[in-house]
């Protein structure tokens, strides 16, 4: 078993702007490649949208909606608690 690596950085979101009503896949790029839990979980700070998620482990993929024209702002966080 190899040791466990952490998180360091989460960069490169994606998107940083939708359309209201559109859904639009949650990106980001985990650092380093080889972190022991890449999974991001996606969470609301302010603002209003749906979220849909798909998968488990790693074939997790996290789908937004925004239901209002104003200003969202969201959180990536790993499980090891590494936040972006």
Do not use: C, Y
């Amino acid at each position: 078993m190899s040791a466990f690596k952490p998180v360091t950085n989460i960069i490169n979101f994606s998107p940083t702007q939708a359309i209201v009503g559109q859904e639009v896949e949650l990106t980001a790029t985990v650092q380093p490649a080889d972190a022991t839990n890449r999974v991001i979980d996606w969470s609301l700070v302010s603002g209003n949208v749906t979220f849909r998620t798909t998968g488990s482990g790693t074939t997790k993929r996290t789908f937004m909606t925004t239901n209002t024209s104003q200003t969202h702002t969201l959180r990536a966080t790993i499980r090891n608690g590494q936040q972006g």
